[in-house]
């Protein structure tokens, strides 16, 4: 089994991608988006740790779970306590990842274990997957995504652009770069010859 991390700016696209390998056989596909939702609903240590932190804090809904759009506003607004959530939430997410990986290579069921991360590079999951990959899409094309699917403003693009690595970063870790500037089919041809490679090594 290739235990592999996909990562790429906001807008490149990453989304259609993973539902294309979602579909393929023998492979699964790990968000740690989603991997962090789960982790932090009541009644996970995650949950508690950063309920005894912010008990305080205007960030949870009535039912006690977290109320997102808060959430968001509150680690966006506040550097310092942005950095002590992710200092709770990263290491579960990363401790949850290694123990899918292991379990998924001891069942010996999969060809392929994909995890998708926005900070793949900066939480050194190159450390544990066998490579990285990154989807390309040039600044242009991915502003225009991001204000078509997503409704931003030109000022909003502009501070999520600055908060990410640079270009030269994402490919100095990556081993495959996906050009996604072009048509989906574009960019599946070079899923499969990417999957390809790693079949024959």
């Not at 990562?7 to 393929?24: D, E, F, N, P």
């Not at 988006?33 to 609903?41: G, Q, S």
């Not at 939430?89 to 069942?107: F, G, M, N, S, W």
Request: net charge negative; aromatic share 10%; hydrophobic share 35%.
């Amino acid at each position: 089994m290739r235990f592999i991390g996909i990562t790429g700016g906001v807008g490149a696209g990453k989304s259609a991608i993973l539902s294309y390998l979602k579909q393929k056989e023998g492979v699964r596909v790990m968000l740690a988006d989603e991997i962090a939702h789960e982790l932090m609903e009541p009644g996970t240590d995650c949950y508690k740790e950063i309920r005894s932190v912010f008990l305080n804090e205007d960030i949870y809904a009535a039912d006690g779970r977290f109320d997102r759009q808060k959430l968001a506003r509150f680690i966006f607004s506040d550097t310092q306590k942005r950095e002590l959530l992710n200092a709770i939430v990263h290491p579960a997410v990363k401790e949850y990842v290694i123990c899918q990986a292991e379990k998924e290579k001891q069942a010996g069921r999969l060809e392929f274990l994909f995890l998708e991360a926005a900070l793949l590079i900066e939480e050194h999951y190159d450390a544990i997957c066998d490579e990285l990959w990154y989807i390309y899409t040039n600044e242009e094309n991915r502003r225009k995504r991001l204000i078509a699917s997503r409704g931003y403003s030109d000022a909003k693009i502009d501070g999520i652009f600055a908060s990410q690595l640079s270009e030269d970063e994402y490919r100095r870790y990556c081993r495959e770069v996906i050009d996604n500037n072009g048509t989906p089919e574009q960019a599946y041809e070079q899923i499969e010859k990417a999957l390809r490679r790693n079949t024959d090594e």
